[in-house]
């Protein structure tokens, strides 16, 4: 079957939803399928350019395709009759985003046209989906709670696994990803000057924006923490990305309202490290369960600052509940076959 992967593209912005079509390509070619990605552009910002990116996206007409698996909004509104979604967000500024203050939606009767707009084109293309798959429990309720649809948990696995596998331990904590205010890396370096004098902090991945990664350059200089505190701002090659991952004594991974699991805490579990969230992360959470496999922090610099410390004064402690976040993901049994398997139904 020749199946086409739809997803939005930035320019040189590459995260997980970008790995995860490039493995779904990958294990769809494995499993006896022709596969490629259509990326379709996408700038958010301004909103008021989003209707015409939309109408882009619905245009589009594809032959030579049999069926076609979509992503995220607006690359989802591609039509085709046999369209199945893996929802890993919908545009959440015009959702729960909105709800919080948090949109970056036009105020007054522009702003509500826009929101509407989407609204109205979602459930449309919800409605003539053959099948909706979500990656998380917060994406299914929250597709639920704001367009009455119902849909499938289909969490996504860890690509290349084997190189999370064998670990050692080091002194640190790390935080890996994407780095920009909604992963909140900069409420961790916060958190170091609540921290004990044991604990160091690693902060490694690619800043969306310039001004991000000065951001964090500047918290640390500012901080006088630089001997605790290591940044490594860049996109980084996967074999330093294990490194940092495997070696580590602890991972963070703290976004605000994340959708998913997120892959640093999947990959965190699978290389048997302790796990440390806050409260406030969403997805996250369903794999960083409180004294079982890790720590849940209060979304503030003081809540953080004493897991980080809890982490690394007691390594022995962390080390089993790694070994308890290693054993937890394992037993859900997710791997890219059954994946396939259930996209293709």
């Known amino acids: 079957m020749k199946v086409l992967i739809v997803n939005n593209m930035a320019p040189f912005v590459w995260g997980g939803a970008e790995e995860l079509a490039v493995n779904l390509q990958k294990n769809l070619i494995l499993s006896g399928h022709e596969a490629e990605i259509l990326r379709i552009p996408f700038q958010w910002e301004p909103a008021t350019r989003i209707p015409s990116q939309m109408m882009m996206a619905r245009a589009f007409e594809l032959d030579n395709v049999d069926k076609v698996i979509a992503l995220k909004f607006p690359a989802y509104l591609i039509r085709h009759p046999n369209k199945s979604l893996w929802l890993l967000h919908q545009y959440r500024q015009a959702y729960d985003l909105f709800d919080v203050g948090q949109t970056n939606l036009p105020e007054g009767e522009l702003g509500n046209d826009i929101r509407n707009l989407i609204r109205n084109a979602d459930d449309e293309t919800f409605s003539e989906s053959r099948k909706i798959f979500t990656n998380s429990i917060v994406t299914q309720q929250r597709l639920m709670k704001y367009n009455g649809f119902a849909s499938e948990i289909l969490l996504p696995p860890i690509n290349d696994p084997e190189i999370f596998h064998s ?3 080091g002194d640190y904590v790390f935080a890996g990803g ?6 909140r ?5 916060e958190a170091m000057k609540y921290a004990t004098r044991d604990v160091k902090l690693v902060v490694a991945g690619p800043p969306d924006t310039p001004a991000d990664g000065a951001k964090l350059e500047r918290m640390v200089e500012q901080s006088g923490l630089g001997d605790r505190i290591r940044l490594d701002l860049r996109m980084l090659p996967r074999s330093t990305y294990a490194d940092y991952m495997r070696n580590s004594l602890a991972v963070a991974y703290m976004p605000f309202d994340e959708d998913s699991l997120g ?10 490290k302790a796990l440390i969230t806050t409260s406030d992360s969403g997805g996250v959470t369903g794999l960083v369960i409180p004294e079982l496999t890790g720590w849940i922090a209060e979304p503030n610099p003081a809540s953080l600052g004493e897991v980080l410390s809890m982490a690394c004064e007691n390594p022995t402690r962390s080390k089993e509940l790694g070994a308890a976040a290693r054993e937890y993901w394992n037993s859900l049994g997710i791997d890219w076959p059954a994946t396939v398997a259930s996209l293709m139904r």
Do not use: C, F
């Not at 805490?265 to 048997?272: C, K, N, R, S, V």
């Open 167 to 169: 670990s050692g331990t």
């Open 178 to 183: 994407r780095i920009n205010d909604m992963k």
């Open 185 to 189: 890396q900069h409420v961790l370096i």
């Open 263 to 272: 892959y640093v805490t999947m990959e965190g579990a699978l290389a048997g």
